[in-house]
């Protein structure tokens, strides 16, 4: 257990929840919560703090208590515009003078605010019931053009376009927006029967943006309309895809699709698995199954099974430092040389709680 420690982070969580863990670095004196209070330390240039997911911000040194945030559901934390903003489920703080006080920033809704995120300069705050920004971190205004009060389930930018996913609780389905400025936003059409659609994955390659759906996957030139379908209506997309030298690996619930050009596809079967993960490491690509893992050493051409592993469902294959990490539900294997013998690391039978591999220190 030392070992695995001393080169990433594992979160524990109970078996009902299983989270990833983030990991971010400021130069400033901050406040971090733990354990729903805030936690003083002074943070030297280029040290990393965690986020557990389960509300709590921990930095990997001694803190002093501070009972600021005591009692608070602290849902995020981030530096923007050299202030601190700590957000919790009613209300956004901000503090300027490196979290010795905080002040409450007034939003047009106070309620039920879900996440807080910085892009392209702009501070958004997604909440039950709609999305706010600040281009000031004072000052927010709601972004009117999305219809009803909605909430935010994707947003993600690609080469200058935002994305927005949205849930609408009184009419039960999901929008799908697009805005070249992340202010302006209009429906997104993929020329699909209906604009309710799930959307998996989105990304760019070869100057082409593609979006994987629970009824395809598509790609457009521009990002905004004219978008093809590429892989047919019966395919269930799952969250999963990987770039890995010019090719795209694409996961789905009877194999994997490879394509180099974008546009045409081969499926892999790999005996029917669904896939639930996809990496490389040494020139080696990892597809993790419900059943198992299965490795390609010539790009993609074959694939074989990996014997040695339990046959138990792929939860995450991580890569760093030279170290490859491999975690099934009952295990966290660990190879630093050779592309099929893993050893046993980490035992997660032998505990009620959940671990899984975080964050890379």
Do not use: C, R
Not at 5 to 14: E, G, K, P, R, W
Not at 222 to 227: D, L
Not at 315 to 342: A, C, G, R
């Amino acid at each position: 257990m030392k070992k695995l420690l001393s080169i990433l982070t594992i979160a524990i969580v109970s078996t009902s929840s299983i989270s990833s863990t983030t990991a971010f670095t400021t130069n400033q004196n901050i406040k971090l919560s733990n354990q729903n209070e805030i936690l003083d330390s002074n943070i030297n240039k280029g040290k990393k703090f965690i986020n557990t997911n389960n509300n709590d911000f921990k930095y990997l040194n001694n803190f002093i208590k501070s009972t600021t945030f005591l009692q608070k559901n602290i849902i995020d934390l981030k530096i923007y515009k050299k202030n601190i903003y700590i957000l919790t489920n009613n209300n956004l703080y901000i503090s300027n003078n490196n979290g010795k006080t905080y002040t409450t920033i007034k939003i047009i809704s106070n309620q039920n605010l879900l996440s807080l995120k910085i892009i392209n300069n702009n501070l958004y705050i997604n909440s039950q019931n709609g999305l706010y920004y600040s281009n000031d971190g004072i000052n927010f205004n709601k972004i009117n053009n999305i219809k009803f009060n909605q909430t935010i389930l994707l947003f993600k930018i690609i080469n200058n376009l935002f994305y927005l996913e949205t849930y609408s609780s009184n009419l039960g389905q999901i929008f799908n927006y697009v805005s070249n400025d992340g202010i302006n936003f209009n429906l997104l059409n993929l020329g699909t029967s209906t604009n309710s659609t799930k959307i998996y994955i989105i990304f760019n390659f070869k100057s082409k943006f593609y979006i994987g759906t629970q009824y395809g996957f598509y790609y457009s030139n521009n990002g905004i309309n004219s978008w093809k379908k590429t892989i047919n209506n019966s395919i269930q997309l799952k969250d999963n895809y990987k770039i890995i030298n010019n090719k795209i690996y694409v996961g789905t619930d009877e194999g994997i699709y490879i394509s180099s050009d974008g546009i045409n596809f081969n499926l892999y079967s790999l005996d029917n698995q669904n896939i639930t993960t996809i990496e490389s490491f040494n020139n080696i690509i990892y597809v993790g199954t419900y059943e198992g893992i299965y490795i390609s050493s010539d790009d993609g051409k074959t694939f074989s099974e990996i014997k040695t592993l339990d046959d138990k469902p792929i939860e995450k294959i991580t890569v760093s430092n030279s170290h490859i990490y491999i975690q099934t539900n009952i295990n966290i294997y660990e190879s630093t040389t050779s592309p099929i013998l893993f050893s046993s690391i980490y035992n997660l039978s032998k505990s009620d709680s959940k671990a899984t591999v975080g964050s890379i220190l």
